[in-house]
Antibody, heavy 123, light 106 residues
Framework: QLQLQESGPGLVKPSETLSLTCTVSGGSISSSSYYWGWVRQPPGKGLEWIGSIHYSGRTYYNPSLKSRVTISVDTSKNQFSLKLSSVTAAGTAIYYC???????????????WGQGTLVTVSS | SYELTQPHSLSVSPGQTASITCSGDILGDKYACWYQQKPGQSPVLVMYPDTKRPSGIPERFSGSNSGNTATLTISGTQAMDEADYYCQAWDSSTVVFGGGTKLTVL
């Protein structure tokens, strides 16, 4: 069974860079059939897509975050990572990693999600 | 930027039909999907694309998408269906989520 597990610091200071890693088990991140993504959810609020990556390195980012986001993949460790720079209190959220099956170019959904990790931005 | 609009909340009695709508410009020309999220849990895919149920999702869940509106319908709603529901679509290389609908079963 596929599992995704987020890891990283639970507390980040304002203006610093948030860094998280998603470890994939039970499947290969190098499969051409999938993209891997990050979604966040501020406490009590809705879902916001951050970006997605294919093992080949192709990325898609939320335009509202694009200037501050970098998503990368490490196929040797079966992991992909998120870096979000210049964070503010608005970045306090549960961060989820998820898998997107690449069924068709305009068919986009996430079929497996990690349990999420809470990141608090505070000094 | 593309936007998806959902009602903030919906209440139904057990056994009744719940219809959760998601509105967006010509949404019917795109693929819509739906997630269920219970308190303290990760989202779960319950409908994609438009009308297909993932394995393990009960048959009482169905979907449609036409014109500017996608609809998630829960027939014979049960107490276990109480949750937040989010629609999602893909537009201009961007994943867009609706704001979510809190379904209360009482």
């Amino acid at each position: 069974q596929l599992q995704l597990q987020e890891s990283g610091p639970g507390l980040v200071k304002p203006s610093e860079t948030l860094s998280l890693t998603c470890t994939v088990s039970g499947g290969s991140i190098s499969s051409s059939s999938y993209y891997w993504g990050w979604v966040r959810q501020p406490p009590g609020k809705g879902l916001e897509w951050i970006g997605s990556i294919h093992y080949s390195g192709r990325t898609y980012y939320n335009p509202s975050l694009k200037s501050r986001v970098t998503i990368s993949v490490d196929t040797s460790k079966n992991q992909f990572s998120l870096k979000l720079s210049s964070v503010t209190a608005a970045g306090t959220a549960i961060y989820y990693c998820a898998r997107r099956p690449g069924v068709a170019a305009d068919l986009y959904f996430f079929d497996f999600w990690g349990q999420g990790t809470l990141v608090t931005v505070s000094s | 930027s593309y936007e998806l609009t959902q009602p903030h909340s919906l209440s139904v009695s057990p056994g009744q039909t719940a219809s959760i709508t998601c509105s967006g410009d010509i949404l019917g020309d795109k693929y819509a999907c739906w997630y269920q999220q219970k308190p303290g849990q990760s989202p779960v895919l319950v409908m994609y694309p438009d009308t297909k149920r993932p394995s393990g999702i009960p048959e009482r869940f169905s979907g449609s998408n036409s014109g500017n509106t996608a609809t998630l319908t829960i027939s014979g709603t049960q107490a276990m269906d109480e949750a937040d529901y989010y629609c999602q679509a893909w537009d201009s290389s961007t994943v867009v989520f609706g704001g979510g609908t809190k379904l209360t079963v009482l």
